[in-house]
């Protein structure tokens, strides 16, 4: 589309500058939001907070490495005159851009290939977390740039940037999940189940809300909303009736998808429309800085982890995770946020950042479904049946109505019976479902269950009566046309 668009304007056929700026206020206001909720709110919880540990240390720890990693490599190469030289702080914000990770296409042939569940859900959790570690690192270092630090030592300068990562960090996750248990507390207690279309925009409400809230007060409204949409859907959601459910979950997706797209439409616009400055040593170290970082993550904390996990992370999975670290979206957003002082710095990280997402998503996905075949990673009867039907399609994955942990339909006593004797909880597990979901969430009556059955047959029945009847008005006017 990129080319097509620079073809008709360089035959000066028709004008797009305007519409090909991709703004970065736009992106963090409108389009980055509803990728991240639609990211917590469609979290498998059970595989995440079962290895909610394992995905927290190579979510925050894993990719702090890996931007100590890239960051320190580009400065120090850029001191010996090996490439462009970038300041501590230019460097480390670059290091902290590029260590976003969005395995879309590794994710989609996981499904497709039905690999271990937990391999699965670390990529998957670990690139979550992994976007707000990065945004929030990232603004860390634009903040120690703003401040002018030449005159503060290097010790001052580490405690000053841990401590407003932090704050960031654990402020913003408290703020989302304080936001997240008051809308809960609201629709349990307020029954709007009767009005869909107003149980719905409470939803939204709540949804944007923690985000608004976040920057307003100096935090990370990424990381607000994340955790908003995780404990929203895991409390909130079973709080609404069984069609703003439906609603919610295939709307969240759809914005989400569409945000997507306009971000890649966007960044393959920028390969044809921007100006560039490329410098193949600089990109060529970036890529292997990128490629080593992702290394230095992975390999020893998943034998660190080994230690404490019944489930051992393999070093066919090791190698997977380190595999899967594509670029996507987000990388290429917050290089157009940095704010550099000289625009050939800016050209620069821009266009290397543009060749690395391209790189990671071209050659490194497009060769993940051969590796994990050759690795054999893969267990043998989801081989056969993947080697008779292996679909990627997202908007096939898009069109299920709803999973079945996102519909509630328990009473209090199957409730009870299905999770607190039956299965065998412990720790934050068992008390979520002992005190946690009982106190957040509304046990439904037999009543409850029989209205939300007839409400959902009323409104389908209803669809079911305008689609036949067709844009004529009625069946008796289809007769009387024939």
Known sequence: MGAVIKIIEFKKLANWKEEEMFRPNMFFLLLLPPIIFESGYSLHKGNFFQNIGSITLFAVFGTTISAFVVGGGIYFLGQ??????????????????????????????????????????????????????????TNTAEGLTRKHMSDVSGWQTFSQAL????????????????????????????????????????????????????????????????????????????????????????????????????????????IFSFPHKFEISFVIWCIVLVLFGRAVNIFPLSYLLNFFRDHKITPKMMFIMWFSGLRGAIPYALSLHLGLESMEKRQLIGTTTIVIVLFTILLLGGSTMPLIRLVDIEDARARRRSKKDVNLSKTEKMGNAIESEH????????????????????????????????????????????HGRIQMKSLTNKWYEEVRQGPSGSEDDEQELF
């Open 407 to 450: 519909l509630s339909e328990l009473t209090e006593e199957e409730y009870e019976a299905h999770y607190i004797r039956q299965q065998d909880l412990k720790g934050f597990m068992w008390l979520d479902a002992k005190y946690l979901n009982p106190f957040f969430t509304r046990r439904l009556t037999q009543e409850d269950l029989h």
């Open 80 to 137: 010996a005159d090996v490439i462009s030289k970038l300041n501590m702080t230019d460097s480390f914000a670059f290091g902290s851009l590029i260590s976003a990770v969005d395995p879309v296409a590794t994710i989609a042939i996981f499904n497709a290939l039905h690999v271990d569940p937990v391999l699965n859900m670390l990529v998957f959790g670990e690139s979550i977390l992994n976007d707000a570690v990065s945004i929030v690192l």
């Open 163 to 270: 401590g407003y990562f932090l704050k960031m960090f654990f402020g913003s996750a408290a703020l989302g999940t304080l936001t997240g248990l008051i809308s809960a507390l609201v629709l349990k207690h307020i029954d709007l189940r009767k009005t869909p279309s107003l149980e719905f925009g409470m939803m939204i409400i709540f949804a944007y809300l923690p985000y608004g809230l976040a920057e307003g007060i100096s935090l990370s409204g990424i990381m607000a909303i994340l955790f908003s949409g995780i404990v929203m859907s895991h409390y909130t959601h079973h709080n609404l009736s069984p069609v703003t459910q439906i609603l919610m979950q295939q709307t969240l997706r759809t914005v989400a998808f569409l945000c997507e797209t306009c971000v890649f439409a966007f960044l393959g616009l920028s």
